[in-house]
């Protein structure tokens, strides 16, 4: 009984120490990636200033005692022994730009706007380009899908970036409909109310519409594929012969089946949302997570890129072994799969 | 029995949603900030720069001596420093203290403070706030020297002297006349404000961290004697609120800003703040470029103007004039009469031209045409026409090369030493207008150029590898002898340390009269002739070669404030979001 139980763990056990690998892997290589940069972030952010003036300042022993108490001055080595410690600790130090703030507390700001919009746009774009890619090879559906497909396939060439820019042209510059960016209003102060709740939403249509536009094809495309499959299988053909509505063979048969490879992706998306949408953010001055990668990366804030793409990976590895102990459950074979082995 | 706690799925996403709004209200939100602040009573500018980014750097920061710190858009509303300078009308703005006076050698000066002055804690100010903060500062520099002036405060300050509650004697370990503009006067992004003791003394000057966490936003903001208080503080956003107990009000002082609250957003993109200026979201942004400014104007000629109306240059000097300047320990840059052709290659009008449509002036020295810097223009004009420091002249500058060794290779790059003459042209962004009209100016005179201003760049240029760029002399204000001190021989060092002043130039007749005019106060008769031959050896070596004046061009909403500064009232250098910025504030009237 015992033995039985361990066995059954054992696979569980694998899948986690290769959750906890790949993220100590992604984390030393998140470490070295950035120093190769031949640049010191102190450095340019003191020779910033040295450069905007003033005869008043010693730039070098700032720049002594800065690296220092950043720990900057030490050996490679035992900088990342250091990282490695502090990251066992879930402590992920504090940000060089934006000293002596946290990092945890840079990331813990952005990360409910990124949230907020990237895992509503990221679910609406699977649902709704699931649906319209599977129609498009459903025969009994109507020749509207058909039209409506190929023009969010073009939409998905384009960049988000630049339909964002198209939209902010006419929504919020030529008609004036919408905000020009930010999460809220220069002068909106956070309530509880219904009217803060409507100015957020507001501001988060435009980003929201950018990404829909531009990731609906995607997942049309790629369910499309499977459906292509799916409707030709010996099953469909038996379901019409039980004379099943279309409707019900339609979602029963057809879309749960060619749903299974879309669910993994979407797993990897929602991984991805915590990295935010960089461009999209920046566009439209979203205040997440990416804009402020962005600005890591620009500033070379080593612990902020560090803290983020931490997140990233976490949420990716997490996403994905969740997904492998879930998979099972939605395909039956896996299942019995597992069993026979 | 239990009654069925099942809810629809409907009813799940409403309380989803509901709660989803409240917490992230709630991270927001701050019980002290007032939400009923009509426009007409709000400021609203796009502050510091953000590098495209909407969020402010070091938002939470209020230690106004933290290296790299901007302290624009927040603590500089807040806490004041002893005097003000105002530049354009040349006025030294007593603030804090009343007075100052030096001993008769120049290595003590006494400060008189102002009476009646308190924090917005309701602790009165005085001698030891003062003695505190440099007191501080020079410790700091004893030991671990990370706050700025904590070095020269350790290298200069001897002994403080409390004299009475409202007088403090500064000892300094050697005679220096400017001492107190340098350290204790505020001006453009220079000079010191005053800590409250009561409130950091008691921790470590070394102990960094916890020396600024200590002042976090409390009900009336960081402790300060400001007229304004932070009430909300964002990566997005800053909110200050005007504090109606502000000493300056209740002494008679000054009266309180009319504006009961000031917001400050980051500057993200110039077409960005352009939209949000023209539409009135905001009164007035960092800046505009000149074809934005002029479109500006046009379109909306009954509420944006300028420092200089609807007229070129669309802005006020700032101390920044550009040059291109040379790296002197380069062998291609160590010829005088190689120095002097690129000068003479230089189409200075053409640039104004291509770069800011003709709303600048070139300038033959590196000093900002402000009030007392003007007679080194008289002085010098006679030698720049001489020595041809502003001419454009590619027969010359041809004749001048081939006199130097040099020559050009069969693509028509010049060549020294079998090597191509030039490299990258590095510049500060905000020089991206003019920049790449002057890379493209070299690079058909025959050098090998490309404009870079890729992050890193001032890597190059301080560590002695790069060999031109282009750059601004942030430096003398009212007084020449700051721009001509960064020539000085003492800046120099070998490429690979950190050069202060990276020109790297030596030249000991030149040092020896930066060193007797520092010597001299400020408005002693004897500077002006000394003055002028250092600045006639520093044009005849064609040490750098002056390009232009700088400009700030900024634009002003007068829907909801008008009494901003011009050239009628240049009451301060519009510059709202540099140290100066509570006299603008102060300076704004409702329209």
């Known amino acids: ?341 | 029995m239990r009654a069925s706690r099942t809810i629809t799925r409907r009813q799940w996403i409403q309380q989803a949603a509901i709660t989803a709004a409240g917490v992230a209200a709630a991270r927001g939100a701050d019980a002290q900030t007032d939400a009923t602040v009509a426009r007409a009573d709000t400021l609203v500018a796009t502050g510091q720069p953000s590098g495209g980014a909407p969020t402010f750097a070091q938002y939470n920061d209020f230690n106004p001596f933290h290296p790299g710190l901007d302290l624009r858009s927040s603590i500089c509303f807040v806490l004041e420093p002893l005097f003000f300078y105002s530049v354009l009308p040349d006025r030294m703005v007593p603030w804090l203290a009343e007075s100052y006076e030096y001993s008769a050698d120049h290595s003590a000066i006494t400060v008189h403070l102002r009476q009646g002055v308190s924090w917005n804690d309701g602790h009165p100010f005085g001698a030891d706030d003062v003695i505190y903060t440099i007191d501080m500062l020079r410790k700091n520099g004893q030991g671990k020297g990370d706050q700025l002036y904590a070095s020269a405060m350790a290298r200069d300050v001897k002994e403080l002297v409390r004299v009475d509650d409202h007088t403090v004697r500064i000892e300094l370990n050697h005679p220096d006349p400017r001492w107190f503009f340098t350290y204790l006067t505020v001006r453009f992004t220079e000079g010191s404000f005053i800590l409250p003791k009561h409130i950091y003394s008691v921790v470590d000057p070394a102990n960094l961290a916890s020396f600024t966490a200590l002042d976090k936003i409390g009900p009336n903001g960081p402790v300060g004697t400001g007229a304004f208080k932070i009430t909300n503080m964002t990566p997005e956003r800053i909110i200050l609120d005007r504090r109606d107990d502000w000493w300056g009000a209740t002494t008679g002082f000054h009266k309180l800003p009319e504006m009961k609250r000031v917001i400050f957003v980051p500057f993200t993109t110039h077409e960005q703040a352009a939209q949000l200026i023209s539409n009135g979201e905001v009164d007035t942004i960092l800046e505009a470029h000149v074809p934005v400014m002029k479109s500006l104007l046009q379109r909306f000629p009954d509420r944006i103007t300028t420092y200089s109306g609807n007229k070129p240059p669309y802005g006020n000097i700032d101390w920044w004039p550009t040059s291109l300047l040379f790296n002197h320990t380069k062998k291609q840059f160590q010829d005088v009469r190689i120095r002097r052709a690129v000068s003479l290659y230089l189409n200075r009008k053409q640039a104004m031209d291509y770069a800011y449509q003709g709303a600048a002036e070139v300038s033959g020295l590196p000093y900002p045409r402000y009030p007392r810097l003007l007679p080194y223009f008289t002085d010098m004009d006679e030698t720049i026409k001489k020595l041809r420091i502003l001419d454009y002249d590619t027969k010359a500058a041809d004749a001048l090369m081939t006199e130097a060794g040099c020559a050009k290779n069969a693509q028509g790059v010049w060549m020294i030493d079998g090597q191509p003459m030039g490299g990258d042209l590095y510049y500060p962004v905000s020089l991206d207008a003019v920049a790449p009209v002057i890379a493209e100016q070299l690079r058909r005179a025959g050098f090998q150029v490309a404009p870079n201003t890729r992050p890193g760049y001032r890597n190059e240029v301080f560590f002695g590898h790069a060999s031109w760029w282009l750059w601004g002399h942030g430096a003398s204000v009212n007084d020449p002898f700051q721009t001509l001190a960064l020539y000085h021989k003492r800046h120099i060092r070998p490429e690979g340390e950190n050069a202060f002043w990276p020109s790297r130039w030596r030249n000991d007749e030149y040092s020896d009269l930066v060193d007797k005019i520092e010597a001299l106060t400020p408005d002693d008769p004897g500077v002006r002739p000394l003055v002028d031959q250092a600045l006639t050896i520093w044009l005849t070596e064609q040490v750098a070669a002056p390009i232009s004046q700088f400009y700030h061009r900024i634009p002003f909403n007068t829907t909801y404030w008008k009494g901003w500064p011009n050239e009628q009232d240049p009451y301060i250098n519009p510059t709202f979001w540099h140290n100066t910025g509570t006299l603008m504030l102060l300076g704004l009237k409702k329209a």
């Not at chain 1, 840079?106 to 990237?118: C, D, E, H, K, Q």
């Not at chain 1, 649906?131 to 409506?148: E, K, M, N, Q, Y």
């Not at chain 1, 953010?281 to 979203?286: A, D, N, R, S």
């Not at chain 1, 983020?308 to 994905?320: D, G, N, P």
């Open chain 1, 1 to 341: 009984m015992r033995t039985g139980a361990l066995a059954a763990l054992r696979p569980l056990a694998r899948r986690f120490a290769m959750f906890v690998a790949v993220i100590w892997a992604a984390s030393t290589l998140n470490f070295f990636v950035p120093r190769l940069a031949p640049r010191n972030p102190i450095e340019e952010k003191l020779l910033a200033q040295q450069e905007m003036g003033g005869t008043t300042v010693d730039i070098q022993s700032l720049v002594r005692a800065y690296n220092a108490e950043f720990g900057l001055d030490r050996p490679l080595w035992r900088q990342y022994l250091t990282y490695i410690n502090d990251l066992a600790h879930f402590d992920l130090g504090y940000s060089i730009a934006d000293y002596p703030t946290r990092v945890a507390a840079v990331i813990g700001r952005a990360m409910p706007w990124t949230i907020g919009l990237l895992t509503t746009t990221t679910l609406l774009a699977f649902a709704i380009g699931s649906v319209l890619g599977a129609l498009t090879v459903w025969s009994d559906a109507p020749r509207l899908f058909r039209a409506i497909v190929p023009l969010f396939m073009i939409f998905s060439a384009v960049p988000f970036y630049l339909i964002g820019l198209a939209l902010i042209y006419v929504f919020a510059n030529l008609l004036q409909w919408l905000p020009l960016g930010g999460g809220m209003g220069i002068r909106t102060m956070p309530t509880l109310t219904f009217a803060f709740a409507l100015e957020i939403f507001k501001h988060s249509i435009l980003p929201a519409c950018s990404i829909l536009i531009a990731s609906v094809g995607v997942w049309a495309l790629a369910m499309r594929g499977m459906m292509v499959t799916v409707v030709a299988e010996d099953f469909m053909t038996f379901a019409e012969a039980l004379g099943l509505t279309s409707r019900r063979r339609f979602t029963q048969y057809a879309l749960r089946n060619a749903l299974l490879p879309q669910v993994t992706l979407l797993a990897l998306s929602l991984g991805h949302v915590l990295s935010g949408s960089i461009l999209v953010e920046l566009v439209f001055g979203y205040p997440g997570v990416g804009q402020q990668l962005f600005r890591a990366i620009q500033n070379l804030d080593y612990f902020v890129i560090y803290g983020i793409v931490l997140v990233l990976v976490t949420a990716i590895a997490l996403a994905m072994l969740v997904v492998d102990l879930v998979y099972p459950l939605l395909d039956p074979r896996l299942r019995r799969l597992g069993t026979a082995r």
